[in-house]
Every structure is written in C-alpha cells, then in structure tokens.
C-alpha cells in the first residue's frame, strides 16, 4: 500500500510539548490532527492526562488504559489510518500514523514530524503494536475501513 499524497501536508510541522494544532505537536496531537482531517474522527485531546511527553509513567498508562478502546492489528494487517504505538525507555509511550509501505508519520521532541520506517533499525525493537480505531468499544469488529481512504 503507497503512501497516501496527502502525507505530504502533516511533513515538517513543528513539535511542541502537548501541541494540539499545526503551530505545534506532540505525537499524539499529530495523530488526532491527521485523524480529524484525513478521517473525520474526533478523538480525544488528553490534554488534562500530562504536562509533558517526557512523563513516562502518565503517557505510559495512559495508553494502557485507552488500548482497549481500539482494535489491536496484527504486524502485516495495519492498514493507512491506524497507530503504531512504540515504546520508549521501554514503555509504551509514542505514536505515530502508520500511512503505508511500513512508514509512519510522527514527531518528537527536536525533530518536526516526518515519515519513518516503523520496521527499520531505530523501530522495529521497539513497536509495541498497531491500534484501529474503533466506532463502538463494545465492537471489535466495527472498525473504520482506512484502507478505503487514499
């Protein structure tokens, strides 16, 4: 799967310590960014959960709690839309959108959000999976259908 043209728009925008707009990002503001005006989904700001990406224990269980609400997508199955979440001083603690060809779009402290390989040598050790969001967490077959979304 190619990754979509529209990748290109979320390329180079500045990082910010709990950014939520194209002034500046954080990892999962990157993601909601995308997912609101790629997929017309609404998710969450989690602004009141952490003050800094650095918060290692907030982020980390943050994610935890929250995973159960997506679909879990095994390695080979995700699809342009869903999350790879990876883990970071060994806990699961970054995001970033999988678009496709095994590249992700994400950001992090000191570097502007930017494509990577997810299963290259900084990453593949370190992906603790992929998530899809779903419609209704009670369904974990109601799955938006990314893949139809180019």
């Given at each position: 799967m190619p990754v979509p043209f529209w990748a290109g728009h979320y390329i180079g925008l500045p990082f910010m310590d709990h950014g939520r707009d194209r002034s500046g990002l954080d990892c999962w503001g990157l993601v909601r960014l995308v997912m609101a005006e790629q997929f017309c989904l609404a998710l969450p700001s989690y602004l009141h959960e952490y003050q800094r990406t650095t918060q290692v224990d907030k982020i980390s269980a943050l994610i935890e709690r929250e995973s159960p609400k997506w679909k879990a997508i095994p390695l080979g199955k995700e699809l342009c839309g869903d999350v790879a979440v990876l883990r970071v001083r060994g806990r699961p603690m970054?995001?970033?959108?999988?678009?496709?060809?095994?590249?992700?779009?994400?950001?992090?402290?000191?570097?502007?959000?930017?494509?990577?390989?997810?299963?290259?040598?900084?990453?593949?050790?370190?992906?603790?999976?992929?998530?899809?969001?779903?419609?209704?967490?009670?369904?974990?077959?109601d799955s938006i259908g990314y893949h139809e979304h180019d």
């Open positions: 970054h995001v970033g959108m999988v678009l496709g060809d095994q590249q992700m779009l994400h950001i992090e402290l000191g570097i502007n959000s930017a494509l990577e390989r997810y299963v290259g040598a900084r990453w593949a050790e370190r992906l603790a999976g992929f998530y899809r969001y779903k419609i209704s967490p009670d369904k974990a077959d």
